[in-house]
Nanobody, 126 residues
Framework: VQLQAFGGGLVQAGGSLRLSCALS????????VGWFRQAPGKEREGVSC????????TYSDSVKGRFTISRDSAKNTVYLQMNNLKPEDTAVYYC????????????????????WGKGTQVTVSS
């Protein structure tokens, strides 16, 4: 089970980025996938999570209305479209996955997931 996040970079406030999380070693449909972030000196935050069916999504209040999570089962990839970025969105973003059933996407965003990939840096300048 491997996850690889990419697509981070430097962007001005108000700009957009799309992060991608490529999953290998397991079919996407069996796993809930989430995006988490951690800024220096701050706790990890569950940004957005999507359930294994793809129908259940959760967003943190800080990104609701600006970020969109989606998945492409054919490519075994989960995306995070980030619009209207703000300096406070600056952080290392991680994607994670979990195969446990019977838990909501909100549960995973609040509590974390089992498998983690390396992060990708997102920097938003003011």
């Amino acid at each position: 089970v491997q996850l690889q996040a990419f697509g981070g970079g430097l962007v001005q406030a108000g700009g957009s980025l799309r992060l991608s999380c490529a999953l290998s070693g397991f079919p996407l449909g069996y796993y809930a996938v989430g995006w988490f972030r951690q800024a220096p000196g701050k706790e990890r935050e569950g940004v957005s999570c999507i359930g294994n069916s793809g129908r259940s999504t959760t967003y943190s209040d800080s990104v609701k209305g600006r970020f969109t999570i989606s998945r492409d089962s054919a490519k075994n990839t989960v995306y995070l479209q980030m619009n209207n970025l703000k300096p406070e969105d600056t952080a290392v973003y991680y994607c994670a996955a979990d195969e446990r059933t019977g838990r909501s996407s909100k549960y995973f965003c609040d509590n974390g997931m089992y498998y983690w990939g390396k992060g990708t840096q997102v920097t938003v300048s003011s």
